[in-house]
């Protein structure tokens, strides 16, 4: 029994099938399943219950997957010290970030990076899209919005911002803004796709409001949806980091508080536990201090509601240099 059998086995635990587990990790089935019959071998005991699909562990397995979490974990962090005191840090690191917290902060981390991979990828999407990302292992890290957080795996999680949704209208719009109902009975809702957390995320909430605006157009980003907004095409209900990515059209757009109950979406970044563990402090972390030294300050001057409704994770001793 080994390090790399062990993990061999917690990846097709993790993935539910051998086949999934070797697409993921970039070797063949058949590798996969002789170092478990091996691994099966060595400690006497049937680890898989193969019948049933997906693949779950039994009582042994599930015992061994539970107990040796925290071996790779240990092993993951002491290659990852090994590899920062040499100063080479990993191989290669990938990261995925959602595109307005990407916008944001995407220029201020890369001095983590450099210092933390020989060669890094930063890739930005939706964030379900880089949830499946995560899921098929081609991201080793992602910061996404709690609503897309994938469910069928154990994940290791770091706080980064919560944001609170406003409205944004036309400027030549002057009728009253502190009724959401009124505003959908008066002007069209311009609406984030329903591809996206936040597109999903303003449905479920109009829902629980029972209002049911016209269809008339959606977007996935934040730019043209404000430029539809600013030729006064419609509103849009709509967060800080995205009014920051489509800040050019702000001069023809008013700002003002989304009325009625609180709706809110925070970003969290994802690892797999035992794995990347000092990575994703340390990326965290400088997406944290970014936020609070670099976007808090241009949200501020931008208008200040922008910067009232947008709230970084409170700073962690590890957050200070």
Known sequence: MNLHSLRLFATVVEAGSMSEAAAQLGVSQSAISQAIKALEANLDAELLDRSRKPVRPTAAGETLYSESRPLL????????????????GLPRLQLGLVDSICAAVGPGIVPALDGLAQVWSLQAGLSHELAESFLEQALDLAVISEP??????????????????????????????????????????IRYSARSAIGQQVERHLARLRLAPPRRMEFDDAEPTLAMVAAARGFAITTPLCVLQGQTWLPKIRLAPLPGPRLAKAFVMIARPGRCDLEAEALAAACRRSLRQETL?????????LAERLAVTPELEADVQ
């Open 73 to 88: 974990a240990d092993a993951e962090r002491l290659r990852a010290l090994v590899g920062h005191a040499s100063g080479k």
């Open 148 to 189: 897309a957080l994938p469910r069928r795996l154990p994940l290791a999680q770091q706080d980064i911002c919560r944001e609170t949704y406003l409205l944004a209208v036309p400027k030549s719009y002057g009728g009253p803004l502190d009724r959401l109902e009124r505003l959908c009975n008066e002007v069209d809702l």
């Open 297 to 305: 300050p241009r949200l501020g001057r931008l208008d200040p509601l």
